[in-house]
C-alpha cells in the first residue's frame, strides 16, 4: 500500500510539479489549496507526511502546522514546509510550531524526494 502525502499551497502549478514527483516515487497525493482546506482533508483518512505552504491565503502555512500538531490523529505526522521563506526568524517559528524540515522555492524535485524519504517510513 503507498504512503499518503498531503500537499497544501495555494499554488494550483506547484501543487501539480509536487503531486507528479510524487506519484512518480509511488505516493498517492491529496490536495489542497491553504491550511483551511487542509484542515478539512485530515478527516481521519491515514496521512504519512505534509507538505506545506506557508504564505497562503485563509490560513496560512504556520497557523496550519499549530492545528495539526494541535490534532489527535495527526500530531506525529511529519511537516515538510516548502515555501519562498527562507529567513531565520520564519524558520524558526516553523521549527517550534513542529516542522521537520524546511525547503526553499524554487527547489529539484530530487531534494523535495530526499526530505520525503527521509520523514516517511516504510
Given at each position: 500500500?503507498?504512503?499518503?502525502?498531503?500537499?497544501?499551497?495555494?499554488?494550483?502549478?506547484?501543487?501539480?510539479?509536487?503531486?507528479i514527483a510524487l506519484s512518480k516515487a509511488g505516493y498517492s497525493v491529496v490536495e489542497a489549496v491553504d491550511g483551511?482546506?487542509?484542515?478539512?482533508?485530515?478527516?481521519?483518512?491515514?496521512?504519512?507526511?505534509?507538505?506545506?505552504?506557508?504564505?497562503?491565503?485563509?490560513?496560512?502555512?504556520?497557523?496550519?502546522?499549530?492545528r495539526v500538531k494541535a490534532h489527535g490523529s495527526y500530531k506525529f505526522t511529519p511537516v515538510i514546509m516548502l515555501?519562498?521563506?527562507?529567513?531565520?526568524?520564519?524558520?524558526?517559528?516553523?521549527?517550534?510550531?513542529?516542522?521537520?524540515?524546511?525547503?526553499?522555492?524554487?527547489?529539484?524535485?530530487?531534494?523535495?524526494?530526499?526530505?520525503?524519504?527521509?520523514?516517511?517510513?516504510?
Amino acid at each position: 500500500m503507498s504512503k499518503t502525502i498531503l500537499i497544501v499551497d495555494d499554488s494550483a502549478s506547484l501543487r501539480q510539479v509536487v503531486n507528479i514527483a510524487l506519484s512518480k516515487a509511488g505516493y498517492s497525493v491529496v490536495e489542497a489549496v491553504d491550511g483551511q482546506d487542509a484542515c478539512t482533508k485530515l478527516d481521519g483518512r491515514k496521512i504519512n507526511l505534509i507538505i506545506s505552504d506557508v504564505n497562503m491565503p485563509n490560513m496560512d502555512g504556520i497557523e496550519f502546522l499549530k492545528r495539526v500538531k494541535a490534532h489527535g490523529s495527526y500530531k506525529f505526522t511529519p511537516v515538510i514546509m516548502l515555501t519562498t521563506e527562507g529567513g531565520e526568524s520564519k524558520k524558526q517559528q516553523g521549527q517550534q510550531a513542529g516542522a521537520r524540515a524546511w525547503v526553499v522555492k524554487p527547489f529539484q524535485p530530487d531534494q523535495l524526494l530526499g526530505a520525503v524519504s527521509k520523514l516517511v517510513l516504510t
